[in-house]
């Protein structure tokens, strides 16, 4: 049957959720419901009802290393092996949607979710994504590349609206969607919670139509995030498929009387409709059941491709005097509470039911080559104070049968969470106290690091050396072990920078934004675009990480279809590198960061190989955003072509003529501090230029509305309102002070806005009584509850009809 022959009511119902994971079906045309999931490292395939943070029961899955850490490989190949088996697992636990992956630019280090995230820079985002997503649908499942789009914090994350100007959105922030959707062609995407400039992303034209559907071609299904959506009738204007997770009938009977009002144009309906039945034509499994698991032969064997991934993304971040990797016969004390008890993944969706988990501590003692000496805790996870913990790790550090010390330290599972901003870049001080403590044992120290994203690494001095291993996925620590005692050589790149300190970030003073705008001040100088343009040092550049293995790079030339070079690896151990293209623009020409990554191979190599390295331009190579003519463009003139291991060390260079598009055209001064990188120094003016038009951020809301988040209700003049948000304020500290775990319900609820009250309770909540429950946030108690109540019995008539309807 085709779309068209439906009824407006029924292609209406296809439009919205009907529980937290299913899509409503319709029997009579053939088009079956199908089952969305989290799923960036690893199926969250839920039991039961179901949540969307991460609470309840889900089916045993591989937990895969997160976004960060695979990022960290730069090797989309490998990215796409562990998509086949993210789909493979999807498929057989009854999943047709996988909600991943991640890809949002990594703006500053506090965001949440960067765990989630792959990259500071959109070549890497976008290449890593496109890897896993050809992998997944090679399943015949969908991949859902999140959150589409300019996605960079935690707090207010429903109510926030991300204010930026269009070139800096087009080249950092939509670039990594771009190389995904035109490379690996998702089947759905995901929008964000947040407005764009003041319109919400899944209601926002510019975004889902001028740019996602007819500059990229992206012909899917555009799926909210969960109480992501608005307005049903301005997203399916707008090019936004799917309301999730369930709205109800509310919007149903808002697009039908949309169209017989004629606000809606029923090809518009028709158009998205379709979107959904192809999805679930294009994902129709059989032979699975809804509660079956995976089998024993599919967990044996992903495990061992979750492993394969963490060994070839953990990066070496020092070597001193070649403490690393551990010489056969060397006694370990080791040390720290994450080497007993592992983390290994982020908190909040994506968190996974592992079908295994392993710790340092036993992998380090099972394996051949070294002998486990002993082990002392360190330090309380949470952070609290224990002197005794830190004596007994350096007595065992000091002890005559211990050669090295292996110290396992990093964030907490606090630290990086769905909806929790962190609020420093350090780690717990207990832990820098132990490391300062065991480097007076006078013997070799050795730290694995543990964390989703940068950490301050005043602490470094003190030790020998340093292997970065991220969240590792559930293999993670034998992957470590092998790393440690050189099974493995490490070759893992780091994905983002590391600043010496948090005040060093470019948007550090004005991040993560408080009130509802999140201004994006520091425009495209995000990363080392940033560092390297303004001059200021790092710890660790983007790129870096070092290898067991020396390499050396030579004979760099350039003709018009890209780059080539020799890579000899001069060592006695085979290894793997990270060769980088970086282009710096024409002088006198657009602005532009100092240089910005174009291309990236990951050669491997046996000792004292020597091979001929090529890396092609692109579509993405030259070009800049020119917003005056709303198109991309190319500058003509003499390019430099940087050949690196890192964005800070360059080993080769050469000039290049392009024959563009355009003349150099000079940059206006009064872009100011832009045109040296200096964001931190740039005046309002000057934003002003960048922007190309007046940014003020509104103040305090003296009048909650319905986009208002319920913790702005805390300055309410009601008291109803303020005791609520104030409750779940003192909850949420409660808990996560208690148990080491954020409060997930707590977080979501106070960065909810009354809005998506009425798109997660399964139609209890409709408009009406949304607009009773602003009155009560504005003090109006009574008369808000007046409204909820008498809204809720005609809500409640109005569903049974609707549903009568849809039934008959």
Aim: aromatic share 6%; proline share 5%.
């Amino acid at each position: 049957m085709e779309i068209e022959n439906l009824s407006v009511l029924e292609k209406a119902s296809l439009l919205s959720g009907a529980s937290e994971w299913d899509s409503r079906g319709i029997e009579r045309a053939d088009i079956p419901s199908f089952v969305m999931s989290d799923g960036p490292h690893g199926v969250r395939r839920q039991l039961g009802e179901g949540d969307h943070l991460g609470l309840g029961e889900s089916k045993p899955a591989t937990c895969f290393p997160t976004a960060a850490t695979v990022a960290n490989s730069w090797d989309p190949a490998l990215a796409e092996d562990m998509g086949k088996a993210l789909g493979r697992e999807a498929h057989d636990l009854d999943v047709n949607v996988l909600l991943g992956p991640g890809m949002n630019i990594k703006r500053n280090p506090w965001c949440g979710r960067n765990f989630e995230y792959y990259s500071e820079d959109p070549q890497v985002a976008g290449r890593m994504a496109s890897g896993l997503i050809k992998g997944i649908q090679s399943n015949g499942i969908a991949a859902c590349p999140k959150h589409f789009a300019v996605n960079s914090q935690e707090l207010r994350r429903q109510a926030s609206n991300s204010v930026i100007d269009e070139r800096t959105m087009r080249e950092i922030y939509l670039t990594a969607f771009e190389i995904a959707v035109r490379d690996a062609k998702p089947w759905t995407i995901m929008t964000a919670y947040n407005e764009i400039n003041g319109v919400y992303a899944h209601e926002n034209a510019h975004l889902l139509i001028d740019i996602l559907r007819n500059e990229w071609g992206f012909d899917g299904m555009v799926v909210s995030d969960w109480g992501g959506s608005n307005s049903a009738v301005a997203a399916v204007k707008a090019g936004g498929t799917l309301e999730m997770p369930s709205p109800g009938f509310t919007s149903v009977r808002e697009l039908v009387g949309a169209v017989n009002a004629g606000t809606l144009a029923e090809a518009d309906l028709n158009a998205r409709a379709a979107e959904v039945a192809k999805i679930a034509q294009l994902t129709k499994t059989t032979g699975v059941g809804r509660n079956d698991l995976l089998k024993d032969d599919v967990i044996a064997d992903h495990h061992e491709v979750a492993r394969r991934v963490a060994e070839n993304a953990s990066v070496l971040l020092k070597n001193e005097g070649g403490a690393l990797p551990l010489k056969p016969g060397t006694r370990v004390a080791v040390v720290g509470d994450m080497a007993k008890t592992p983390r290994f993944q982020g908190s909040g969706s994506s968190k996974v039911n592992a079908t295994r988990e392993e710790n340092i501590l036993d992998e380090l003692t099972a394996i051949d080559g070294v002998t486990v000496a002993g082990y002392a805790q360190g330090y309380e996870r949470q952070g609290g104070e224990n002197r005794a913990l830190i004596e007994d790790a350096v007595a065992l550090a000091a002890r005559e049968d211990t050669d090295v010390v292996v110290a396992v330290i990093g964030l907490d599972e606090r630290s990086e969470s769905e909806g929790l901003d962190r609020s420093t870049m350090a780690i717990p001080h207990v832990q820098t106290d132990l490391v300062k403590a065991l480097k007076g044992a006078g013997k070799p120290i050795v730290v694995v690091l543990v964390a989703g994203s940068p950490v301050e690494t005043d602490w470094v001095a003190d030790v020998d050396a340093v292997l970065y291993i991220g969240l590792s996925g559930q293999a993670g620590a034998s992957a470590t072990a092998r790393a440690l005692t050189g099974a493995v050589n490490p070759s893992g790149h780091l994905a983002e920078s590391w600043p010496i300190r948090y005040e060093d970030c470019p948007s550090a003073g004005w991040y993560p934004a408080i009130g509802r705008d999140a201004i994006y001040r520091e425009g495209p100088f995000v990363g080392y675009r940033y560092y390297e343009t303004a001059g200021v040092p790092v710890r660790f550049p983007f790129g870096y990480g070092l290898s067991y293995s020396t390499f050396v790079y030579a004979d760099l030339t350039a003709d018009e279809q890209g780059v080539s070079f020799t890579i000899t690896n001069d060592s006695d151990v085979p290894g793997a590198t990270v060769a980088q293209l970086y282009v710096r623009g024409p002088q006198g020409g657009t602005l532009r960061p100092d240089h910005e990554l174009k291309g990236f191979v990951k050669v491997q190599l046996d000792a004292h190989e020597t091979q001929t390295v090529r890396i092609d331009f692109d579509r993405y190579t030259f070009r800049h955003f020119e917003t005056a003519s709303n198109s991309w463009q190319v500058e003509s003139g003499e390019w430099t072509l940087m050949v690196g291991t890192n964005a800070h060390d360059i080993a080769l260079t050469t000039t290049h003529a392009v024959a563009g598009t355009v003349e150099p055209k000079p940059s206006n001064p009064a872009l100011g501090a832009y045109l040296s990188g200096k964001v931190k120094e740039v005046t309002d003016a000057e934003m002003v230029v960048l922007f190309g038009h007046d940014v003020v951020a509104p103040g305090k809301p003296t009048t909650f509305g319905v986009n208002d988040p319920i913790s702005s209700w805390e300055d309410s003049k009601g008291f109803v309102a303020r005791t609520v948000a104030k409750t779940l304020k003192n909850q949420e500290r409660k808990v996560r002070e208690k148990t080491g775990q954020p409060d997930l319900n707590a977080l979501f609820l106070l960065n909810m806005p009354p809005r998506a009250m009425s798109k997660m309770t399964q139609g209890m909540v409709d408009a009406a009584m949304v607009d009773g429950i602003v009155k009560i946030s504005n003090g109006h108690t009574f008369r808000g509850l007046g409204t909820v109540i008498s809204g809720f019995f005609r809500n409640q008539s109005a569903n049974k009809k609707t549903a009568k309807e849809l039934e008959s």
